[in-house]
C-alpha cells in the first residue's frame, strides 16, 4: 500500500505518557515522614510499562507504590515479585523529591535531564544496553510532596538522546503488511513465546531475525553478532506503548541512538511491537526503516549529547502537574467523610 | 447507612477470623468458590487473558491463606471511552430492550447499557470527548479532577513561574500532538479517555471474587471514586457498588459488594447446565466477568467471549 509514508521526513516519536497511582503518593509520604525526613537526595525509583494493547488508548509509564523501596525496612521475603511480569516492565528512574516549593521550582532541569542523558550514553558505550536494554528507557521526575496539604507537584522526564541531524523515515507500515503471511504467523508464534516466558517477558528491547524459510526467532540484543550473515533479515524490536498508527513510540529513539553508535548502522529496519487482548498484533504493530547517522562529537566524547524530554501538561504547557489527595488521605478528611 | 456498613464489615471480619477459608467445592450448588478454587480460575485467567496478572499488593494486607505473590488480580490501563449513565439514557431514549444478547442469542444476563456501537465522536452528551482530541482550534476544556479541584486556590499558578529553564526548544523529532491532530487521518488522533485499573481480590466471608475500579481521568490524573458511579450502570450505582478500602492497596476505591454474587453465579451455572454445559470452576472467573459487565458496561476490559466455559455434553 502506502509504501512511501512519510519518506524522507523527519521521524517523530510518541512522548511516553506518565501516570501515577495513588499508592505511589501513600508510599513517598511515608518514606518521607518515617525514613527521608529532610534528605533530598535523589531516590532510585522503578517505573513500569508494557507494550500497547489496545488500539485507542497508549500504555503509560506509571509509577506504582511498589516503584519506592518498602518502607518497614523489614525485607520483603520474595525478593523481586514485580521480575517477570509481563504486564510491569521496570524501567530505572531517578526521583528528587525537594522539601519546599521554591525548591522544586529551583531545580536546574536542563542539567537534571542531561544528566540522565549522559547515564544513558555511557550505558550505550560501556556495552551495558546489551545486558540491562531497559536502561535506555531510564527516565527522571521531580516532585514536591506538600503533606499538610496532601498536595504533590511532580514532573517526568523520559529523556531522549537528541541525534543532530535527526533520523529520517524511509517507510513505515503495519507489519502485517510488510511480512508474508508464513512470517506474520512465525513471528507471532515467536512474539507470544517471548511474551510468556518469565525470563523475557519484561524484556523490551530484542533482535527479530526471519530465515529465508520465513521462520521468525527473537533473540536478546546480546546475541546480535551471532545473528550477522546467513542471508536472513534483522530487525530491531522493541514494545511500544504507543497506539498511533503513524509514528512510533518513545523508546525507539534511543534504541537507535544505540543502534548507530554502538553497532554502526545507518539504515535500521526496525518493529514496533505491539498487542491486541494481550496477545502478539501485527495488524497494529509496525514495520519501518529510518536512516541514521551518529553525530562524531558523541563517539569521540567530546561534547555532552543534547537531551530532550520533559512532558507537557494536561493542557500541553511545558510545566510540572499537580494531584490533591486530600479526600483519600487526610485522616480528617476521611473522618468527616465517614460520619 | 454509613453506620450499618461498618457494623457489617466488623461482624465480617469477626466471621473471617473465626472460620477457615472455604475449602470444599460449592461451586456448583452455590455459585461460591474456595480460596484454592480461586487461585486454579485466577491462573486460568491470567494464561487466557495475559492483560490480568496476579499481584502482591501492599505486604503489610498481605491475606495468610491466598500465596504471597497471587493476592489479587489486576488489569491496567483499561479504556472507558463512554459513561455507561449517558449510553443509558440513550438506550431508554430507544425505548430500550435490557437485555444482552450476544451471538448465540443466549440472553443470560439481564442488564442495562449493552454499549452501541457507534463513534464516540458523534455523541455530544457525553462530556468526556469534549475535550477528546488535542486539537489546534480554542484551547482545551479543562478537566476537573476532583482531586484538587476544591481547592484550586491553594494550588500555586504554576504558569506564573514561567519557563526559566528555557525547556522549550522545539525538539523535531518529538511529535507535536497538533502536528498530526491537523494532518494525519482520524485515527491517529490522541483520544483523551477515561481508563481504569480493575482488580479482583477473593472475599473470604462471601467466598466469591470481587471487582474492583481504580478510575484515571482524561489527564491521567486518579479520578475519585464518587465519579467512578458513572461509569457503573444505575442499576447498580449507589446500591451494590460501594466505595471502601482496597484490601491490598491504600486507598479508598470503588467495589461492587459481592453479597449477591453467589446467588447471581448459580444462576449462571444453572442456565448453563441446563443446556448441558457442565461449568468448570477454572472458568468461573470468565462467567464472572460478564456478571461484571452487566454493572459496567463500558469499560473494555472483558474478552473472554471466544472462550468454552466448560465442557459440553452434547
Known amino acids: ?339 | 447507612m454509613v453506620l450499618t456498613q461498618k457494623l457489617h464489615e466488623t461482624f465480617k471480619g469477626t466471621v473471617e477470623r473465626i472460620t477457615g477459608p472455604r475449602t470444599v467445592s460449592a461451586f456448583k450448588e452455590k455459585g461460591v468458590l474456595s480460596v484454592s478454587e480461586f487461585v486454579i480460575a485466577g491462573d486460568n485467567l491470567v494464561s487466557k487473558c495475559p492483560t490480568w496478572s496476579w499481584e502482591a499488593g501492599e505486604p503489610k494486607k498481605r491475606k495468610p491463606y491466598l500465596p504471597p505473590d497471587k493476592q489479587f488480580l489486576v488489569t491496567r490501563n483499561v479504556p472507558c471511552l463512554r459513561r455507561a449513565i449517558s449510553v443509558e439514557e440513550e438506550y431508554e431514549a430507544a425505548g430500550g430492550e435490557v437485555l444482552l444478547d450476544n451471538d448465540e442469542n443466549d440472553g443470560w444476563l439481564a442488564t442495562h447499557g449493552k454499549p452501541k456501537e457507534t463513534q464516540p465522536n458523534e455523541e455530544e452528551t457525553i462530556p468526556s470527548m469534549e475535550s477528546l482530541a488535542i486539537n489546534s482550534e480554542g484551547p482545551i476544556r479543562s478537566i476537573s479532577t476532583y482531586f484538587g479541584g476544591a481547592e484550586e486556590e491553594d494550588i500555586p499558578d504554576m504558569a506564573s513561574y514561567g519557563d526559566p529553564d528555557n525547556l522549550l526548544d522545539v525538539d523535531p523529532a518529538t511529535l507535536q500532538p497538533t502536528y498530526f491532530v491537523a494532518q494525519e487521518p482520524e485515527e491517529d488522533n490522541i483520544l483523551r479517555t477515561r481508563t481504569y485499573d480493575v482488580s479482583i481480590t477473593y472475599d473470604k466471608y462471601y467466598q466469591t471474587p470481587r471487582v474492583w475500579l481504580t478510575g484515571y481521568d482524561e489527564s491521567r490524573m486518579p479520578l475519585q471514586p464518587e465519579l467512578v458511579l458513572e461509569d457503573v450502570s444505575q442499576d447498580h450505582a449507589h446500591k451494590t457498588v460501594t466505595i471502601e478500602d482496597h484490601p491490598h492497596l491504600p486507598g479508598k476505591h470503588a467495589s461492587v459488594h459481592p453479597c449477591r454474587h453467589g446467588a447471581v453465579m448459580k444462576k449462571i451455572i444453572d442456565v448453563l447446565m441446563s443446556r448441558g454445559v457442565e461449568p468448570e470452576v477454572d472458568k468461573y472467573l470468565f462467567l464472572f466477568l460478564k456478571f461484571v459487565a452487566s454493572v459496567i458496561p463500558t469499560i473494555e476490559y472483558d474478552y473472554t467471549m471466544d472462550f468454552d466455559i466448560g465442557s459440553s455434553s452434547h
Open chain 1, 1 to 339: 500500500s502506502d509504501l512511501g509514508r512519510g519518506q524522507g521526513q523527519i521521524l517523530r516519536f510518541k512522548l511516553f505518557d506518565s501516570q501515577v497511582d495513588e499508592g505511589f503518593w501513600w508510599r513517598l509520604s511515608s518514606l518521607k515522614l518515617d525514613v527521608l525526613g529532610l534528605d533530598q537526595s535523589p531516590v532510585n525509583v522503578t517505573g513500569f510499562f508494557a507494550p500497547c494493547s489496545h488500539p485507542r488508548v497508549s500504555q503509560r509509564l506509571s509509577l506504582l507504590a511498589e516503584s519506592l523501596p518498602e518502607v518497614s525496612g523489614e525485607q520483603s521475603a520474595s525478593s523481586d515479585p514485580a521480575h517477570g511480569n509481563r504486564n510491569r516492565c521496570p524501567v530505572p528512574g531517578i526521583l528528587y523529591n525537594t522539601n519546599t516549593l521554591e525548591s522544586f521550582h529551583a531545580l536546574d532541569k536542563k542539567n537534571l535531564l542531561k544528566m540522565e542523558a549522559e547515564k544513558i550514553l555511557l550505558d550505550i558505550s560501556s556495552g551495558k544496553v546489551e545486558e540491562e536494554c531497559s536502561s535506555l528507557l531510564r527516565f527522571l521526575v521531580i516532585s514536591f510532596a506538600d503533606l499538610k496539604k496532601w498536595t504533590f507537584h511532580y514532573w517526568f522526564a523520559f529523556p531522549a538522546l537528541v541525534l543532530n541531524p535527526p533520523a529520517t523515515l524511509v517507510s513505515l507500515q503495519p507489519a502485517s503488511e510488510v511480512f508474508s503471511t508464513e512470517e506474520t504467523d512465525s513471528l507471532t508464534t515467536a512474539c507470544n513465546e517471548w511474551r510468556s516466558s518469565s525470563l523475557t517477558a519484561d524484556v523490551p528491547f530484542f533482535l527479530v531475525s526471519i530465515a529465508n524459510n520465513s521462520r521468525a526467532t527473537i533473540r536478546p540484543l546480546r546475541d546480535w553478532k551471532s545473528c550477522q550473515g546467513d542471508g536472513q533479515k534483522l530487525l530491531y524490536g522493541f514494545y511500544d506503548p504507543s497506539h498511533i498508527m503513524s509514528n512510533p513510540g518513545w523508546p525507539l529513539r534511543n534504541f537507535l541512538a544505540f543502534i548507530c553508535l554502538r553497532w554502526k548502522i545507518e539504515k535500521v529496519r526496525f518493529f514496533c511491537y505491539r498487542e491486541k487482548h494481550g496477545m502478539a498484533d501485527l495488524g497494529s504493530s509496525l514495520v519501518g526503516e529510518a536512516s541514521v547517522s551518529a553525530p562524531q562529537d558523541w563517539t569521540e566524547r567530546r561534547s555532552a549529547p543534547q537531551a530532550t524530554g520533559w512532558e507537557p501538561n494536561a493542557s500541553g504547557k511545558l510545566t510540572c502537574r499537580t494531584v490533591n489527595l486530600k479526600e483519600s488521605m487526610d485522616p480528617v478528611s476521611l473522618a468527616v467523610a465517614a460520619a
